[in-house]
């Protein structure tokens, strides 16, 4: 069970290992680009490519669904980034359902567990396989892997990197759950588990006011996707890098530009340069592109 990008590799190594995967259930097709032309997930796609049945439910408590799901006899589901199921979906198997979430459980529950590890600086993170119980990423701990994440990571480069390590990670524990050999361990919450609420446009707006490293960290966890944004002079710029820059304290204004290849803006303790963006209705570019063919 998954939809985006993030599944793919876990479904193909899998397939790759000779698992009988009985079915594929993916999000329903949606409407993308200009034309809103109807297109199937990455997921469904590398499912039909290997011809695997594939079911979109609507409604994961539909009985249509739920009978046709019964029917496949699955002894195991796996779930990677696909959504909440209700309690008669994940207790259907003999073996149970796992997912693996893109976090060292108990830390960073919740839909946006990559971004919200970079945006609070965090210098480790991981992919843990669980199985699933009522409370979302609650369940019992199968496996962890860690990963380090780097000064010059982003979403981006972080998510490649745990999208690999997450699928060899569903790979052992297949194979562990099929010998019947495999922790269990409960998860453990506390006032330190920190969690990764869902992510929403209102909140990916840039405080100058904040100190640099805490800006540089939450560009670097909002880019490329859904990016961090700003004002300027009343237009909207999403802003995917930026980095520290040398001192510019005797100035007042809020930026300073020379309209050629610097764009620099005061935070609490210092100055940013703004590296790459995103001015409305057009593409990303690098800060000195931007400045040849606009101005601030």
């Not at 990008?5 to 993916?26: G, R, Y």
């Not at 249509?64 to 006899?73: G, I, N, Q, W």
């Not at 005061?266 to 057009?282: C, V």
Request: hydrophobic share 35%; with cysteine; net charge neutral.
């Amino acid at each position: 069970m998954g939809t985006p990008e993030f599944a793919v590799p876990s479904l193909q190594i899998l397939i790759e290992n000779k698992f009988n995967i009985v079915a594929v259930i993916t999000a329903p097709d949606r409407p993308q680009g200009r034309g809103q032309k109807l297109t199937a997930s990455p997921v469904k796609q590398c499912a039909l490519d290997n011809n695997i049945p594939v079911l979109q439910p609507t409604n994961l408590k539909a009985h249509d669904f739920l009978e046709e799901l019964k029917s496949y006899d699955a002894n195991l589901q796996i779930v990677v980034a696909f959504r909440m199921l209700p309690e008669v979906v994940w207790a259907m198997p003999s073996l149970g359902t796992f997912n693996l979430h893109a976090s060292l459980l108990p830390q960073y529950r919740g839909a946006a567990p990559i971004n919200w590890a970079i945006i609070n600086g965090e210098t480790e993170t991981g992919v843990t396989t669980f199985f699933l119980k009522h409370e979302i990423d609650t369940g019992s701990i199968i496996f962890q892997e860690k990963e380090p994440i780097h000064v010059d990571d982003n979403v981006g480069t972080l998510y490649e990197r745990l999208m690999l390590k997450g699928a060899a990670l569903v790979l052992k524990t297949v194979k562990a759950i099929e010998k019947g050999d495999y922790p269990s361990i409960p998860q453990e919450s506390s006032a330190e588990t920190k969690h990764a609420p869902k992510i929403f446009k209102d909140t990916c707006e840039i405080n100058w006011n904040q100190a640099s490293k805490k800006i540089i960290d939450f560009v670097r966890g909002l880019s490329p996707y859904p990016s961090a944004w700003t004002k300027i002079n009343g237009k909207t710029y999403k802003i995917f890098k930026v980095s520290d820059t040398e001192s510019y304290n005797q100035s007042e204004s809020p930026f300073l530009t020379n309209q050629k290849d610097e764009l620099h803006f005061k935070t609490k303790d210092g100055w940013l340069s703004i590296d790459e963006l995103q001015p409305e209705g057009k593409k990303r570019m690098k800060i000195e592109d931007f400045f040849r063919g606009n101005t601030i």
